[in-house]
């Protein structure tokens, strides 16, 4: 199975900053890549797809990034409705398989 | 809208059975591949099973095969996933998501193999 690696797995931010999170595969997967946002009790939200591709109604303060291996998933001014969980996803292998989150949280 | 509505989820015991539904409305669900994703308490995301939109093409995790079977009814709207052999590790939130892309061409069969719409989750608890 293809490991996905998130890092970090948490981190606190103010509004208004600029918050990267990583994802790393275990092989190369194209830009096979996705990237949801989860709240607590609620279920996950497709945010970007295609590495790069921002889904429909998803604000352009999200934007992704990268390639092969690695990935990015960047949010430009954090709003303070951007406080979740983020998970990336890869959709190379059959057998799926989600990166282990990263928390954002409010400093 | 697109809706996914989870039932079926309860407490069972080690080794039972149980057999999860999700009704879909405001698409066409005969066009679309589905999915079955779980969270365990507290953890993260883990795929469990996928369907093609005409049920001719499955496969799931490692970690169900042989005990749980995806299957759905086009006339009803319906996905199921029928779950045996219960272990405490299959305790989570089981959710229904939708696959953005399912079709035949002369390569083969496409999948998108990422979730656009998800329901809100159904709870199964194994535990004696």
């Known amino acids: 199975d293809i490991q996905m690696t998130q890092s970090p797995s948490s981190l606190s931010a103010s509004v208004g900053d600029r918050v990267t999170i990583t994802c790393r595969a275990s092989?190369?997967?194209?830009?096979?890549l996705n990237w949801y946002q989860q709240k607590p009790g609620k279920a996950p939200k497709l945010l970007i797809y295609?590495?790069?591709s921002l889904q429909s109604g998803v604000p352009s303060s999200f934007s992704g990034s990268g390639s092969g291996t690695d990935f990015t998933l960047t949010i430009n001014s954090l709003q303070p409705e951007d406080f979740a969980t983020y998970y990336c996803q890869q959709s190379y292998s059959p057998t799926l398989t989600f990166g282990g989150g990263t928390k954002v949280e409010i400093k | 809208q697109v809706q996914l509505v989870e039932s079926g989820g309860g407490v069972v015991q080690p080794g039972g059975s149980l057999r999860l539904s999700c009704a879909a409305s405001g698409f066409i669900f005969s066009t679309y591949g589905i999915h079955w994703v779980r969270q365990a308490p507290g953890k993260g995301l883990e795929w469990v099973a996928a369907?093609?939109?005409?049920?001719?093409?499955?496969h799931d995790a490692d970690s169900v095969k042989g005990r749980f079977s995806i299957s759905r009814d086009n006339s009803k709207n319906t996905l199921y996933l029928q779950m045996n052999s219960l272990r405490s590790e299959d305790t989570a939130v089981y959710y229904c998501?939708?696959?953005?892309?399912?079709?035949?061409?002369?390569?083969?069969?496409?999948?998108?193999?990422?979730?656009?719409?998800w329901g809100q989750g159904t709870l199964v608890t194994v535990s004696s």
């Open positions: 295609a590495a790069s």
């Open positions: 369907i093609s939109y005409d049920g001719n093409k499955k």
């Open positions: 092989q190369r997967i194209i830009n096979n």
């Open positions: 998501a939708r696959d953005p892309i399912n079709y035949y061409d002369s390569s083969g069969f496409h999948w998108g193999y990422y979730f656009d719409y």
